[in-house]
């Protein structure tokens, strides 16, 4: 039998078109379908049935923070209600981001260009450095296509045609921004098992499995002259807070995070990276404490092991002849 009698075999007969399917022989046919609604099926057949009806449709696309808000963005110029979210149409541009079929365990990565504004703002940051920042590490992204009855009409339904998550920042400009997505078949190359056997914590310093508060290894402060993109002059500058955490609470840098790389105590801070504008004296931010995760530092810094999650006697790998 060749491939296309499989489209005229009686158990396709009376069904809407598969986008992928496999065959051998005839009981091992296998039909798959993108999962839509009976009124988007009926609106794309009446198309069908009409070669010149134009039909309306928008790329909606769907970002999930790792502080679990969803960020929601189309590709035309009026804003689209569907599924319970409002994508604006005045956010950042997504382009790129393409469908694929294929028969097969495959993770399909692309490379995507998101265009953003200042005004663009992502947990109070603007987007492109909160996206520099880590916020959107791992975060999934959904594509739909969501049918209208005509431009700016309402809305029919949609079909999901990308589901992955966020894979590497590749690089982040001025005014846009290319990172890379996988499926989500991706997660199949994880290691297995999660929890393995390593010298240092497993924990995320402040997570729930660490139990330590944030609040309790933090301090309030402000830049002092002299502070550059580089280096924050401050006079309480503590040598706990080396690898720590400092979040900018008011002026140009508001909600940008940057990670303590070194510091010179009672005097400043060097940032590991610069910080997208030079703050300006009197600009305010919070510092916590770092961890190295090992169990020195767990025991003397943050008096916290028995939440130790690491195993640092375990012998190292050695090879013998």
């Known amino acids: 039998m060749r491939s296309h009698d499989y489209c005229q075999h009686p158990l396709f007969s009376d069904r809407g078109r598969c986008d992928v399917f496999a ?26 049935a009409a070669p010149d009806a134009p039909i309306a449709f928008a790329e909606c696309f769907t970002f999930i923070t790792t502080t679990g808000t969803a960020y929601t963005w189309t590709s ?31 993770v399909d990565k692309q490379q995507i260009t998101i265009a953003a504004r200042p005004t663009d703002l992502i947990n109070g940051a603007p987007f492109l450095i909160a996206l520099r920042d880590g916020a959107f590490d791992g975060a999934p992204v959904y594509r739909d296509r969501v049918f209208l009855t005509s431009p700016m009409g309402t809305v029919v339904g949609g079909v999901r045609l990308f589901q992955g998550r966020v894979s590497t920042v590749d690089n982040v400009g001025r005014t846009q921004a290319t990172l890379t997505v996988a499926s989500d078949l991706v997660i199949l190359d994880y290691d297995m098992p999660k929890n393995l056997f390593s010298p240092t914590c497993l924990h995320v310093l402040y997570d729930a499995g660490c139990g330590i508060v944030r609040g309790t290894f933090s301090l309030d402060g402000a830049c002092e002259a002299g502070s550059n993109s580089s280096t924050i002059n401050f006079s309480g500058a503590r040598a706990g807070d ?32 610069p910080l997208p504008f030079a703050p300006l004296a009197g600009d305010r931010f919070n510092v916590a404490f770092g961890c190295d995760h090992t169990q020195s530092t767990c025991a003397n810094k943050f ?17 013998a002849f």
């Open 23 to 48: 065959y051998g022989g005839p009981s091992e046919i296998f039909w798959v379908m993108k999962q839509t609604s009976t009124a988007v099926i009926d609106l794309i057949n009446a198309a069908r």
């Open 76 to 106: 035309v110029d009026y804003d689209v209600v569907f599924n319970g979210f409002t994508f604006n149409a005045s956010g950042p541009l997504v382009s790129g981001l393409k469908y694929k079929g294929s028969v097969g365990l495959e």
């Open 242 to 273: 080396v690898q720590g955490s400092l979040v900018f609470t008011s002026g140009a840098n508001a909600n940008v995070r940057a990670t303590v790389k070194s510091v010179g105590v009672g005097a400043l801070y060097n940032l590991m990276y």
């Open 303 to 319: 008096n916290n092991l028995p939440n130790f999650r690491g195993f640092p006697y375990v012998p190292p790998p050695q090879v």
